[in-house]
T-cell receptor, first 115, second 107 residues
Framework: EAGVVQSPRYKIIEKKQPVAFWCNPI?????LYWYRQNLGQGPELLIR????????DSQLPKDRFSAERLKGVDSTLKIQPAELGDSAVYLC?????????????FGPGTRLTVL | RKEVEQDPGPFNVPEGATVAFNCTYS??????FFWYRQDCRKEPKLLMS???SGNEDGRFTAQLNRASQYISLLIRDSKLSDSATYLC????????FGTGTSLTVIP
């Protein structure tokens, strides 16, 4: 079974440029998460989707970040414009059902460097 | 106050040693608890869930103390392959991750 797929794996951009990350969750997983992980820290939730609905986006910096999951499968996270402080690893995760005991499966992440 | 607090380490232990990691969480309404493992430049992967009754998986034992809001992970007979960062995770409507504890097992 294929795991969570993310692309690109690495991205280097200059500040003020836009950037987009793509995630394809495990087949059949209705819940999708986007996390940001800074060096030496644990992942921090940016947004959670149940199917195509964003049910928790309270920690998404909405002035520059946006996300979509139009058909309830793939998702895209965008930053426009990027700032130096956005350099981090952006992780996508999925789980089968939205229960607190369900296991999350993470993708390999996109490592973003903003110069 | 952070939802989850962990000692970041690093812990450097010889092969065969027993090592314990601790984690505290701030909200008593937290519902479920996990330990994840993250290798360098890799994604986190579930190591084990943590139950009040305690649970064991081979050389790994996890314990939860709800009264003290404390979670532990014990690794016995450490292997070189156990070297990684161990993330304590608490769920209360969303998953909250600790900063992780770095373990290096030395030959």
């Amino acid at each position: 079974e294929a795991g969570v797929v993310q692309s690109p794996r690495y991205k280097i951009i200059e500040k003020k440029q836009p950037v987009a990350f793509w995630c394809n969750p495990i087949s059949g997983h209705n819940t999708l998460y986007w996390y940001r992980q800074n060096l030496g820290q644990g992942p921090e939730l940016l947004i959670r989707y149940e199917n195509e609905e964003a049910v928790d986006d309270s920690q998404l910096p909405k002035d520059r970040f946006s996300a979509e999951r139009l058909k309830g499968v793939d998702s895209t996270l965008k930053i426009q414009p990027a700032e130096l402080g956005d350099s981090a690893v952006y992780l996508c995760a999925s789980s089968l059902v939205p229960t607190s005991t369900d296991t999350q499966y993470f993708g390999p992440g996109t490592r973003l460097t903003v110069l | 106050r952070k939802e989850v607090e962990q000692d970041p380490g690093p812990f450097n232990v010889p092969e065969g040693a027993t090592v314990a990691f601790n984690c505290t969480y701030s909200n008593s309404a937290s519902q479920s608890f996990f330990w994840y493992r993250q290798d360098c430049r890799k994604e986190p992967k579930l190591l084990m869930s943590v139950y009040s009754s305690g649970n064991e998986d081979g050389r790994f034992t996890a314990q939860l103390n709800r009264a003290s809001q404390y979670i532990s992970l014990l690794i016995r007979d450490s292997k070189l392959s156990d070297s990684a960062t161990y993330l304590c995770v608490v769920n209360r409507n969303q998953f909250y991750f600790g900063t992780g504890t770095s373990l290096t097992v030395i030959p």
